[in-house]
């Protein structure tokens, strides 16, 4: 069984697709949202395939004293790709802020969720 580990804001009807294609969703929160599972203490135990949010969800604010890699670090660490969610005319400006993130993360405009989600988890 596959999981996908979702920030708040992710859309109800994706996550409702991928259950009926038999892939559990877990909540994760970001540390300041107090939505599910905070993203910092995911492990194996897990078994989260991929975790999906929107790209605000991962930057956190200025005056936190913690950083995007801070906050994705458990994904890093326990090799789950990361499927930000970006416009797709804003790539460049979301990679230029991620660019000492060393996770696997990757961008997708909100258009294409789905396919690339399916590709990544294999279904």
């Given amino acids: 069984m596959k999981v996908v580990g979702y920030l708040e804001g992710t859309d109800g009807v994706f996550l409702t697709r991928l ?4 892939i559990d969703t877990l909540p994760l929160g970001n ?3 107090n939505h599910g599972k905070y993203i910092g203490f995911i492990d ?5 395939s991929l975790v999906i949010g929107y790209f605000h969800k991962v930057v956190p604010l200025t005056n936190q004293g913690s950083s995007t890699q801070d906050i994705l670090r458990a ?3 326990n090799k789950i790709p990361v499927l930000l969610i970006v416009p797709s005319e804003l790539h460049d400006n979301a990679r230029d802020m991620l660019k000492d993130v ?3 993360v ?3 405009d ?3 969720v789905m396919p690339e989600a399916r590709k990544i988890l294999g279904v």
């Fill in 31 to 33: 540390g300041a949202d």
């Fill in 19 to 22: 259950m009926v294609r038999g």
């Fill in 110 to 112: 909100p258009a294409d």
């Fill in 44 to 48: 194996k135990s897990d078994a989260i």
């Fill in 102 to 104: 060393t996770a696997d």
């Fill in 106 to 108: 990757r961008l997708v």
């Fill in 75 to 77: 994904c890093q660490l």
